[in-house]
T-cell receptor, first 109, second 115 residues
Framework: QKEVEQDPGPLSVPEGAIVSLNCTYS??????FMWYRQYSRKGPELLMY????GNKEDGRFTAQVDKSSKYISLFIRDSQPSDSATYLCASNYGQNFVFGPGTRLSVLP | DSGVTQTPKHLITATGQRVTLRCSPR?????VYWYQQSLDQGLQFLIH???????AKGNILERFSAQQFPDLHSELNLSSLELGDSALYFCASSVDSGTLAYEQYFGPGTRLTVT
């Protein structure tokens, strides 16, 4: 079992839809939780990070962590074609970083 | 542009060979992380250096080694290359290795093809 699980998709939604991307994790020692966006043939780009359970909002993006159920979510409101990318969730214990396999999202105009 | 540079962009080499990948972190960042991304394994953490010292090792093979130099650039050395080493290799940097370690900025990657 991988430490961070993520549905690989692909996920296709129409422009303007609310997108929900989810991860589950198994390691209770995980500390911070991050979401990265990766466009094709590019390096991952940090979108958001959070430490505690609860919600964190940044523009159209909301990250949600539920440590009791080991569940991480990223919500994208008013999705745009430019949001089409692979989204990676990640976490760390100490200096070790673990990434999910990524979910490929397509937002159709 | 993240401010992290990696060279070369592409590398094609034969099995058994040795290659060196180079990374320059963002200005002011002391930490450098190396990752391998392949289709079947996803993004795998390899190794972390902070201000010249190794801080953590992930899934790094014994054939691979890295170092961080006094000017903070880093090199990843891959030797006795196998076909399965073909992947994208990313370098990331962060300001420190403490509470800001999760705020990593990735370079554009080096695509390694082993034939």
């Amino acid at each position: 079992q991988k430490e961070v699980e993520q549905d690989p998709g692909p996920l296709s939604v129409p422009e303007g839809a609310i997108v929900s991307l989810n991860c589950t994790y198994s390691n209770s020692a995980f500390q911070y939780f991050m979401w990265y966006r990766q466009y094709s043939r590019k390096g991952p780009e940090l979108l958001m990070y959070t430490y505690s359970s609860g919600n964190k909002e940044d523009g159209r993006f909301t990250a949600q962590v539920d440590k009791s159920s080991k569940y991480i979510s990223l919500f994208i409101r008013d999705s745009q074609p430019s949001d089409s990318a692979t989204y990676l969730c990640a976490s760390n214990y100490g200096q070790n970083f673990v990434f999910g396999p990524g979910t490929r999202l397509s937002v159709l105009p | 542009d993240s401010g992290v540079t990696q060279t070369p962009k592409h590398l094609i080499t034969a099995t058994g060979q040795r290659v060196t990948l180079r990374c320059s972190p963002r200005s002011g960042d002391l930490s450098v992380y190396w990752y391998q991304q392949s289709l079947d394994q996803g993004l795998q953490f390899l190794i972390h250096y902070y201000n010249g010292e190794e801080r953590a090792k992930g899934n790094i093979l014994e054939r691979f080694s890295a170092q961080q130099f006094p000017d903070l650039h880093s090199e990843l050395n891959l030797s006795s290359l196998e076909l399965g080493d073909s992947a994208l290799y990313f370098c990331a940097s962060s300001v420190d290795s403490g509470t800001l370690a999760y705020e990593q900025y990735f370079g554009p990657g080096t695509r390694l093809t082993v034939t």
